[in-house]
Nanobody
Framework: VQLQASGGGLVQAGGSLTLSCVVS????????MGWFRQAPGKEREFVAA????????VYEDSVKGRFTISRNNAKNTMYLQMNELRPEDTAGYYC???????????????????WGQGTQVTVSS
């Protein structure tokens, strides 16, 4: 599976951005797809994940109610709609995938096998 992320940019606090991740290669309904982010000097952290073949989504607490993860299977694309952005959301954002969903969703970066290149999101105050 190959992943291509895009959609990052510079936005003011309170603004919105939508990230896209195009998925190529063989996937299945059992795949888990995730978004992670990494700020300079910090570890990569979980943002959100979904099960490719279903309606299950999970979020990190600080983005709940502000971010929405979704997918369009026909376009083989996953999205991360980000609203009410804050300066602390500034980071490189990465999409990822793995075979199999786990209860509560896979939330550790080590659980994912495939990664896209990052797309930078910068939120100014």
């Amino acid at each position: 599976v190959q992943l291509q992320a895009s959609g990052g940019g510079l936005v003011q606090a309170g603004g919105s951005l939508t990230l896209s991740c195009v998925v190529s290669g063989r996937t299945s309904s059992n795949y888990a797809m995730g978004w992670f982010r990494q700020a300079p000097g910090k570890e990569r952290e979980f943002v959100a994940a979904l099960k490719w073949g279903g309606s299950i989504t999970v979020y990190e607490d600080s983005v709940k109610g502000r971010f929405t993860i979704s997918r369009n299977n026909a376009k083989n694309t996953m999205y991360l709609q980000m609203n009410e952005l804050r300066p602390e959301d500034t980071a490189g954002y990465y999409c990822s995938s793995r075979v199999g969903w786990v209860a509560g969703g896979p939330r550790r970066s080590a659980e994912y096998t495939d990664w896209g290149q990052g797309t930078q999101v910068t939120v100014s105050s």
